[in-house]
């Protein structure tokens, strides 16, 4: 079991003048929920989620010697000075698990594969990817990671980011937060999913209905905070640790209806949890209800697997099955453009 300790660094740097690196990370998207925290990004419950392919964040970093550490930040060529500020507050948070970070000065420049406005949080693959170019220096400046360590160390210091982000590491399915079925499972870091998937959970597609486009009106770093003193924290972290057990199993053994009745519970738990938060607040619009209605009429006359998920906003995660996708596809296609602002979706899916 490792602990925080196996994240110090206090490697011998060989401090090159200047140097660039870059990396991609990609988005992911939960089916058991990750919502409230405590100290230090340690999950209040342990969660699993899809790495998607096509929703991605490029980024590069320049870093050059400095008296002092600065950090520019340019996305898609503009300058973000508030986005700078937090990185620099990250960066000087992390120092004790990258000594070398306070001697350089950086310029990061990066770019989503998803538009800006589109309301997809770029957080968890913004986070990924420079945690993958902070190893990437490590690795310049002579750092050795043992080969699952590089990937652990990614996860441990994006975690610090944006705790969600900690999952996107990997391809595939993740799991974040201790788990007694999950033996490598960690509260600091996030592993892949250990057992064999069912082919039905191989390549599952998901749809993004864009229902909302442009910012959100309420952070997750308020919403986790607003379950410090919410009447029904308790139930749910222990209703999220049953239900991973419960994902574990229909994940093997192939139940899509399983899959989707978990899969949309734990959606409409996350936004219940938000109703009954104090101050309360919905991040749901009239579309999200009126698609999600459409979505179960769809199921009941057809039988097909389509199923949603939702983040913390108010856009849809249309989740189903690689085998279905045509006919699917064009049902969203005809029938649930029409809840979307601009007619925008994204067309994703996870690959192993
Ligand atoms: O990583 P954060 O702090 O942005 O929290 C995100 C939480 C959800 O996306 C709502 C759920 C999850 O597990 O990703």
Known sequence: MMTEQNFISEFPYNFVEKGEV?????????????WGKYANQIPANPSISYTLTNSCTQ??????????????????????????????????SIQKYL????????????????PHSSGIASSASGFGAIALC?????????????????????????????GSACRSLYGGLAVWGKHEKIHESSDLYAVPFPFEIHENFKKIQDTVLLIHEGEKKV???VGHKLLENHPYAQVRFAEAYKNLASMI???RSGDLEAFGQLVEHEALTLHAMMLTSTPAFILMKPMTVAAIEKIWNYRKLTGQPLYFTLDAGA??????????KNVIFNFIKND?????????YIRDESRL
């Not at 870059?22 to 990750?34: E, T």
């Not at 950090?71 to 990185?87: C, P, R």
């Not at 000594?99 to 594969?113: A, G, L």
């Open 134 to 162: 902070l190893i990437e220096i490590a690795e310049q400046l002579g750092e050795v990671f043992p080969s699952e360590m590089k990937k652990r160390k990614a996860s441990f210091l994006a975690r610090l980011g944006s």
């Open 22 to 34: 870059q990396a991609q990370c990609s988005s992911n998207i939960a089916l058991v929920k990750y």
């Open 249 to 251: 199993d229909i994940l």
């Open 99 to 114: 000594p070398f970070i306070t001697q350089y000065q950086y310029v990061i420049r990066t770019h989503n594969s998803f």
């Open 59 to 92: 980024t590069s970093i320049q870093f050059e010697k400095a008296e002092k550490m600065s950090v520019k930040v340019f996305l898609d060529e503009v300058l973000q000075e508030k986005f700078a500020e937090k990185i620099e507050k990250y960066f000087n």
């Open 336 to 344: 649930l453009l029409k809840y979307t602002e601009n007619g925008d």
């Open 315 to 324: 856009n849809i995660h249309l989740l189903y099955p690689e085998k279905d």
């Open 219 to 221: 952070s997750s770093t």
